[in-house]
């Protein structure tokens, strides 16, 4: 009983833990100075257009990179573009 009772309390705790990381982490983006956070965005998006776009075998790396550019402010519908590129497709 005490299984049916703890996974489920494990599963929700581990879910927040998740979304904590993520606002966290929406919000060390936010905060980075204009100058530094634009730069760091143009840094991000010349490399997945350029090195990932290019190089295989660095899929870990820019799927990574894809979801910090998301993070931008600056992300508009080409970058949203550009970075889902980079995420894998499921397959049936």
Avoid at 4 to 29: F, K, S, T
Avoid at 33 to 58: F, H, I, K, N
Wanted: glycine residues 6%; proline residues 5%.
């Amino acid at each position: 009983m005490r299984v049916v009772v703890v996974a489920p309390l494990l599963v929700v705790l581990w879910i927040a833990a998740v979304a904590r990381l993520e606002h966290q982490l929406n919000d060390a983006v936010a905060a980075l100075p204009d100058a530094m956070q634009a730069q760091m965005y143009r840094r991000t998006y010349d490399e997945l257009a350029t090195v990932c776009s290019t190089q295989p075998g660095l899929d870990g790396h820019c799927a990574d990179e894809a979801a910090l550019l998301l993070r931008f402010p600056q992300c508009d519908g080409g970058c949203k573009a550009l970075a889902r590129r980079f995420f894998p497709v499921g397959t049936r």
